[in-house]
């Protein structure tokens, strides 16, 4: 197992993502404990030392399974990380219940890692809101040793990320995106690691093979990247594109069997880093993914001073694209929900204003209506 320094600290290269654990009958609320424990023992025996779990995974079932099972081994052998729930606006003025209660769950003295979780549009107004007290209360927590290192993770947009840092930046000690070869472009995170390396914040990494994307590819392009490593399988791929990023330290992966867990450890006994040649055909391959499955637009914003209704069309279509091309999710629906409705998709009249300027020939009001019809 690979291991990279933090704080003085040695955390395995890879870490064990409690969202994805084994379930019975397909309900998610209903982990199955003895394939769990399972992959516990065997991460434990490879060498992983960071878990990662967080409030609603397994519909809240996941710190309970993940505390009893990190229970049978010695407190000082292994990292837990967990997250205050801020993706739901009913938790802000609830951050001490919730961090007494995880304490608990997790039957834990002290988290070694804790996060704000998921800053996005839809809470960044309530983070960073002195009212809830959520940075003070866990920032008491850090001082009392109840938290061991602060951090936060993000599925917002750049921008988004810059106000959080600018008004926590110089607590925040490792800040966790959705990175991958993937959105390296599609989702901008290229411009993230950027604005985490500018404030000297250690990248942790969610989403590296981006739900399951990137594990089986086309024949032709796994034929590419077979005739430039031979022996390396798919998935590897995405892991191997991580080690070509120098602030990266922790890659979680949300392995669902003993089989992944296998297999993603194998790619962390060595570090096997992209040369420049491997580089530019693995973002080419997720320039063609992407492009065969989003619209054209390329933000010039002819569309805005022709629309009636004020929308601001290329931030809409951008959403559209990530909707459309992930098949659904959260963050196009988080990302509405934090402007007016009569902004959203469905505010457009189709009077295709738009598309009499739109340089790319985009039908737009067709992919509004088709983005409302999608988000019901």
């Not at 081994?73 to 001490?96: H, I, Q, T, W």
């Not at 070509?244 to 089989?259: A, F, K, Y």
Request: overall charge negative; proline content about 5%; some cysteine.
């Amino acid at each position: 197992m690979l291991y990279k320094s933090f704080q003085g600290w040695k955390l395995s290269a890879l870490g064990m993502g409690a969202m994805r654990l084994p379930v019975i009958d397909g309900d998610d609320s209903r982990i199955d404990e003895t394939a769990a424990e399972q992959m516990v023992a065997y991460a434990m025996e490879s060498g992983i030392n960071y878990y990662d779990t967080a409030w609603g995974y397994h519909n809240g079932q996941s710190e309970l399974i993940m505390g009893r099972l990190l229970r049978k081994y010695p407190r000082e052998s292994y990292f837990l990380a967990s997250k205050f729930p801020g993706y739901d606006l009913a938790n802000m003025d609830k951050v001490e219940e919730i961090f007494e209660k995880q304490l608990e769950k997790c039957g834990v003295d002290y988290f070694d890692f804790y996060l704000f979780h998921n800053v996005c549009e839809m809470n960044i107004d309530a983070y960073l809101n002195p009212k809830y007290g959520i940075f003070a209360y866990l920032m008491k927590q850090k001082q009392a040793g109840r938290i061991r290192h602060l951090g936060f993770s993000a599925h917002g947009s750049y921008g988004v990320m810059k106000r959080f840092l600018h008004a926590y930046g110089a607590d925040m000690e490792f800040g966790q995106i959705q990175l991958n070869y993937l959105d390296w472009k599609f989702q901008d995170a290229q411009a993230k690691v950027e604005l985490l390396r500018e404030f000297g914040i250690p990248v942790w990494v969610m989403e590296p093979l981006r739900g399951g994307r990137l594990v089986t590819l086309s024949k032709e392009d796994t034929e590419k990247l077979h005739n430039l490593r031979p022996e390396e399988p798919v998935p590897a791929w995405a892991f191997r594109f991580l080690q070509s990023i120098p602030s990266v330290t922790m890659v979680l992966s949300g392995m669902s069997n003993l089989e992944q867990m296998q297999e993603n450890i194998r790619t962390f006994e060595e570090e096997k880093p992209l040369n420049p040649q491997e580089m530019k055909a693995l973002l080419c391959i997720a320039d063609t993914m992407v492009r065969k499955n989003i619209l054209p637009c390329t933000a010039c914003h002819y569309c805005v001073s022709h629309c009636p209704q004020g929308l601001d069309i290329p931030s809409l279509l951008a959403l559209y694209n990530e909707h459309h091309f992930t098949e659904g999710g959260f963050i196009a629906p988080m990302a509405l929900s934090a402007i007016a409705q009569n902004k959203w998709p469905s505010a457009c009249i189709a009077c295709r204003s738009c598309e009499a300027v739109c340089p790319q020939q985009i039908e737009i009001s067709a992919a509004m209506a088709s983005f409302a019809k999608e988000l019901g």
